[in-house]
């Protein structure tokens, strides 16, 4: 009797093995076929690359810009994280080879404001639910986002140079986030234009590391597409932690009235912090380009208007501050407090959106995606009800 049921186990197992094998070779010869989030699984698993951020896909390095995404794209599905996704058709502007979030290709019309800024700008939205978008439907104006994420303020500047200055625009809105001195200094070495900066790295909190996994559960993820899709349906991720996506891993979790929100990503904290040698190099370019550009503007006739974007830790400060602690919040803050000093002292037009974002985040208000680092629609809505209510002043 029990050889029987030995002999039966034995059998329903190898049976089991092989159905499990013949789906992992499906699953493979499948991919082009398989819906966005398991297929961004599946080829994780094989390339060993993280695609669910997709910089990849819409976005590439560029030694002028530092990033530029893809002209006459058509409505591609684009990933900020395993759970935000957004679609984007994209035009270039005379011939560029960079592409922009246009609501159409031909801006001949007459444009009353013009925006130039990161992916904050752009939007990690539906293009009707990004703040530049609705401030233009609600306010009558005649729009041109000229947002292209992974970008610092010699970027911004350059846009502003080679497409704002042709449309000569009564307004020109300047986005800025706190890691755009870093993506300036960032700029600079991959044009090879400045030294590395000289960096001690005991000073600050180090990089986090993947955890050690079982051998059994180790071997999985790195191997078997199977068991990547079952990862992201379970878990929103799929593979190995690489050392890259763990500086980008958020470590708090805090959960309020409208939602849930991760926050803490190392990197992030890096970027903010203006005692980091990169960002102080940066900055001072930084100060250069927006000189070079409210000289531009003016020369027109135009206004410049420096919008300042808050992360999120900024915005929850009432949730996120007693998690960091107060120190660490004043890293946290750091560069944005350092653009409202620049903003002082070269007279800029500057307008800060923490301050109200703030007081709808008291309120409850979910305003960022939970697991991305930028505003969802609600907070895009938000924004736009803010700036619209400044220029309204």
Same mark, same amino acid.
């Given at each position: 009797?029990?050889?029987?049921?030995?002999?039966?186990?034995?059998?329903?197992?190898?049976?089991?093995?092989?159905?499990?094998?013949?789906?992992?070779?499906?699953?493979?010869?499948?991919?082009?076929?398989?819906?966005?989030?398991?297929?961004?699984?599946?080829?994780?698993?094989?390339?060993?690359?993280a695609?669910?951020?997709g910089?990849?896909?819409?976005?590439?390095?560029?030694?002028?810009?530092?990033?530029?995404?893809?002209?006459?794209?058509?409505?591609?599905?684009?990933?900020?994280?395993?759970?935000?996704?957004?679609?984007?058709t994209?035009?270039?502007?005379?011939?560029?080879?960079?592409?922009?979030?246009?609501?159409?290709?031909?801006?001949?019309?007459?444009?009353?404001?013009?925006?130039?800024?990161?992916?904050?700008?752009?939007?990690?939205?539906?293009?009707?639910?990004?703040?530049?978008?609705?401030?233009?439907?609600?306010?009558?104006?005649?729009?041109?986002?000229?947002?292209?994420?992974?970008?610092?303020?010699?970027?911004h500047?350059?846009?502003?140079?080679?497409f704002?200055?042709?449309?000569?625009?009564p307004?020109?809105?300047?986005?800025?986030?706190?890691?755009?001195?870093?993506?300036?200094?960032?700029?600079l070495?991959?044009?090879?234009?400045?030294?590395?900066?000289?960096?001690?790295?005991?000073?600050?909190?180090?990089?986090?590391?993947?955890?050690?996994?079982?051998?059994?559960?180790d071997?999985?993820?790195?191997?078997?597409?199977?068991?990547?899709?079952?990862?992201?349906?379970?878990?929103?991720? /799929?593979?190995?932690?690489?050392?890259?996506?763990?500086?980008? /891993?958020?470590?708090?979790?805090i959960?309020?009235?409208?939602?849930?929100?991760?926050?803490?990503?190392?990197?992030?904290?890096?970027? /903010?912090?203006?005692?980091?040698?990169?960002?102080?190099?940066?900055?001072?370019?930084?100060?250069?380009?927006?000189i070079?550009?409210?000289?531009?503007?003016? *020369?027109?006739?135009?206004?410049?208007?420096?919008?300042?974007?808050?992360?999120?830790?900024?915005?929850y400060?009432?949730?996120?501050?007693?998690?960091?602690?107060?120190?660490?919040? *004043?890293v946290?803050?750091?560069?944005?407090?350092?653009?409202?000093?620049?903003?002082?002292?070269?007279?800029?037009?500057?307008?800060?959106?923490?301050?109200?974002?703030?007081?709808?985040?008291?309120a409850?208000?979910?305003?960022?995606?939970?697991?991305?680092?930028?505003?969802?629609?609600?907070?895009?809505?938000?924004?736009?009800?803010?700036?619209?209510?400044?220029?309204?002043?």
């Amino acid at each position: 009797m029990v050889r029987k049921v030995t002999k039966r186990l034995m059998i329903v197992s190898v049976w089991v093995l092989v159905s499990l094998l013949l789906l992992e070779a499906a699953l493979r010869l499948a991919v082009p076929v398989l819906p966005a989030r398991l297929a961004a699984a599946a080829r994780q698993v094989l390339t060993g690359r993280a695609y669910v951020e997709g910089y990849s896909n819409a976005w590439e390095y560029d030694d002028e810009h530092f990033y530029i995404v893809r002209p006459n794209l058509d409505n591609v599905l684009q990933y900020g994280s395993p759970t935000v996704s957004f679609h984007l058709t994209t035009y270039p502007l005379w011939g560029s080879r960079m592409g922009f979030r246009l609501a159409q290709p031909d801006v001949n019309y007459f444009v009353d404001a013009v925006f130039v800024g990161d992916s904050h700008t752009f939007c990690f939205t539906e293009l009707a639910d990004c703040w530049v978008t609705i401030l233009g439907r609600e306010s009558g104006m005649g729009t041109v986002n000229l947002g292209q994420p992974v970008t610092g303020s010699l970027s911004h500047l350059a846009y502003l140079e080679g497409f704002a200055a042709p449309l000569t625009p009564p307004l020109v809105i300047w986005q800025f986030v706190g890691n755009d001195f870093n993506d300036d200094y960032g700029l600079l070495r991959l044009r090879g234009a400045i030294p590395e900066a000289p960096v001690d790295l005991s000073l600050y909190p180090p990089a986090p590391q993947p955890p050690q996994l079982p051998p059994v559960q180790d071997w999985l993820q790195r191997n078997s597409v199977l068991y990547g899709m079952i990862q992201m349906l379970t878990t929103g991720r /799929a593979g190995a932690l690489t050392a890259q996506e763990m500086m980008h /891993a958020d470590p708090y979790t805090i959960t309020y009235r409208a939602g849930v929100l991760q926050f803490g990503r190392w990197i992030e904290r890096m970027v /903010a912090d203006m005692s980091y040698p990169p960002n102080a190099i940066g900055y001072g370019h930084t100060r250069a380009a927006l000189i070079q550009a409210q000289q531009r503007v003016a *020369a027109w006739g135009g206004r410049l208007l420096v919008l300042l974007v808050p992360t999120r830790e900024l915005v929850y400060q009432d949730l996120t501050a007693p998690i960091l602690g107060a120190s660490e919040f *004043a890293v946290w803050g750091s560069a944005h407090n350092a653009m409202l000093q620049l903003c002082a002292e070269l007279d800029l037009e500057c307008f800060d959106a923490l301050p109200g974002l703030r007081q709808h985040a008291q309120a409850g208000e979910h305003l960022y995606w939970t697991d991305d680092p930028h505003l969802n629609p609600q907070g895009n809505a938000t924004l736009a009800e803010l700036v619209r209510a400044y220029l309204g002043r």
